[in-house]
């Protein structure tokens, strides 16, 4: 079993930075692919990105390419989601999400583990 918690959420103008952080704690950390989700009032729970154990490969949401950056120490238990360039529409919370599946998966349903959330919010 493994326990998420995120941090670093806060308040940015546009066009500025954020980086979550996602720790986690429980054995074989480095056996789980790790995504980060959000969810904006009113809508439904979206992908945005994830790191998939062994080959460490990614994948982005479109809306987020070349804006967000997914990292993995797992070292020290934890992910970590840069983000640049946020814009008002990135204002959701942001989950981070564990599950056993080797390779990188996008449905919120396929990921066995939740931390709380953490909250950015952008202004223009």
């Known amino acids: 079993q493994v326990q998420l918690v995120e941090s670093g959420g806060g308040l940015v103008q546009a066009g500025g930075s954020l980086r979550l952080s996602c720790a986690a704690s429980g054995r074989s950390f480095s056996s789980y692919t790790i995504g980060w989700f959000r969810q904006a009032p009113g809508k439904q729970r979206e992908f945005v990105v994830a790191?998939?154990?062994?080959?460490?490969?990614?994948y982005y949401a479109d809306s987020v390419k070349g804006r967000f950056t997914i990292s993995r120490d797992n070292a020290k238990n934890t992910v970590y989601l840069q983000m640049n360039s946020l814009k008002p529409e990135d204002t959701a919370v942001y989950y981070c999400a564990a599950t056993g599946i080797m390779v990188v998966r996008t449905s919120p349903g396929e990921y066995d583990y939740w931390g709380q959330g953490t909250q950015v919010t952008v202004f223009s």
């Open positions: 790191v998939s154990w062994g080959t460490m490969s990614t």
